[in-house]
Nanobody
Framework: VQLQASGGGLVQAGDSLRLSCTVS????????MSWFRRAPGKEREFVAS??????????NYADSVKGRFTISRDNAKNSVDLQMNSLKSEDTAVYYC???????????????WGQGTQVTVSS
């Protein structure tokens, strides 16, 4: 399973940015897709995740981004996006997309990772 993330950049506080991740896996819809981030000097942390269920797509968010970030997935295109609004300087980090089988916020539960994309928010 290969993941390719894109969309990072340098923005100002209050701006928006959209990250995208494409996955080379024909059973993409069976995977939990998540975004994590690692800020300078900090551990990698959970941001958002998405799972496809019989009842539809369910999302989960870290408290720090709830209400500002939206994760969405297109199972037909094998892609997952992260729309980030009202960005803050503390959102500055390298963002990673990840794929796994567990509905989890733990880094160790995701065996597949993208290469990371830098998001820098200037205040």
């Amino acid at each position: 399973v290969q993941l390719q993330a894109s969309g990072g950049g340098l923005v100002q506080a209050g701006d928006s940015l959209r990250l995208s991740c494409t996955v080379s896996e024909r059973t993409f819809s069976n995977y939990v897709m998540s975004w994590f981030r690692r800020a300078p000097g900090k551990e990698r942390e959970f941001v958002a995740s998405s799972i496809t269920t019989g009842g539809g797509i369910i999302a989960n968010y870290a408290d720090s981004v709830k209400g500002r970030f939206t994760i969405s997935r297109d199972n037909a295109k094998n892609s997952v996006d992260l729309q980030m609004n009202s960005l803050k300087s503390e959102d500055t980090a390298v963002y990673y997309c990840a794929a796994g089988r567990s509905w989890s916020v733990l880094v160790g539960d995701y065996p597949y990772w993208g290469q990371g994309t830098q998001v820098t928010v200037s205040s």
